[in-house]
C-alpha cells in the first residue's frame, strides 16, 4: 500500500508546470489544484517576507491565483511559472498596500493598528532572526523586494530583474543599498 503511494506522489511530481498548464488550457480544470497546491505556500511566504501582518495573506494568496487562472491562456513559458507567480504576487501585494496606504492618509487609527507587531515576532524565537526582519521591514519597498526574492527565495539577480520587471543593474543596485541599510539599521541598536 504505501509503494503505490509512493509511486503515485513521485508520477505527480514528474508533472512538469507545463504539462499541467496546458492540460488546464485544453479543459482539464482540475489540474488547476495542482498548481494551486504547489505554490500556494511559496506565494503565502513571500506575503509574509514582503508585508508581514499588514495585509490579509490568504485574500492575497486566493487573488494571486485567481490571476494566475485567469492569466494562464496568456502565458507562453518565456520564464518560468515560479517567475510568473512571482509577478503576479509582487503586483498584487503592491496593489494591496496602496490601498492600505491610502486609507492610512485617510484615517491616522487605520495607521496605529497597522504597524502592531510583525507575524515574525510571534513565528521566531530567535531574538537576532526578529530584528533581521524588523531591520528588513524598515527597508525601502523596492529594496525589500529585491532582497527578499534574491535572499530568501533563492532567485538569480537575472531572475529578480524579471520578475520586478527592472534592468539587472537596478537589481544589483537595490540589493546592495538594501544590504548596507540593513547593516546601518543592525548597528543603530
Not at 499541467?20 to 497546491?37: D, F, M, R, S, W
Not at 491565483?65 to 504576487?89: A, C, D, G
Not at 492618509?105 to 515576532?121: C, E, F, G, R, V
Amino acid at each position: 500500500m504505501e509503494s503505490v503511494h509512493n509511486s503515485m506522489q513521485k508520477e505527480q511530481q514528474q508533472i512538469s508546470d507545463q504539462e499541467l498548464v496546458q492540460a488546464i488550457l485544453n479543459g482539464e480544470t482540475e489540474c488547476y489544484a495542482k498548481i494551486v497546491e504547489r505554490y500556494q505556500q511559496l506565494v503565502a511566504n513571500i506575503c509574509y517576507k514582503l508585508a508581514g501582518n499588514k495585509i490579509d495573506v490568504e485574500e492575497v494568496v486566493q487573488t494571486v491565483f485567481v490571476e494566475l487562472y485567469m492569466s494562464l491562456p496568456r502565458f507562453r513559458f518565456q520564464s518560468k511559472l515560479t517567475t510568473y507567480i512571482y509577478k503576479i504576487t509582487l503586483n498584487t501585494i503592491t496593489k494591496t498596500l496602496n490601498k492600505i496606504n491610502r486609507y492610512e492618509q485617510w484615517d491616522d487609527k487605520l495607521a496605529d493598528n497597522i504597524h502592531t507587531p510583525s507575524i515574525y515576532d510571534e513565528m521566531v524565537k530567535d531574538e537576532r532572526t526578529r530584528e533581521l526582519y524588523a531591520a528588513i521591514d524598515r527597508l525601502k519597498y523596492e529594496q525589500r523586494v529585491a532582497l527578499t526574492l534574491h535572499c530568501f527565495n533563492d532567485m538569480s539577480y537575472k531572475e529578480v530583474a524579471e520578475v520586478m520587471e527592472v534592468s539587472l543593474s537596478k537589481v544589483e543596485t537595490l540589493i546592495f543599498r538594501a544590504k548596507k541599510n540593513l547593516k546601518k539599521i543592525l548597528t543603530e541598536k
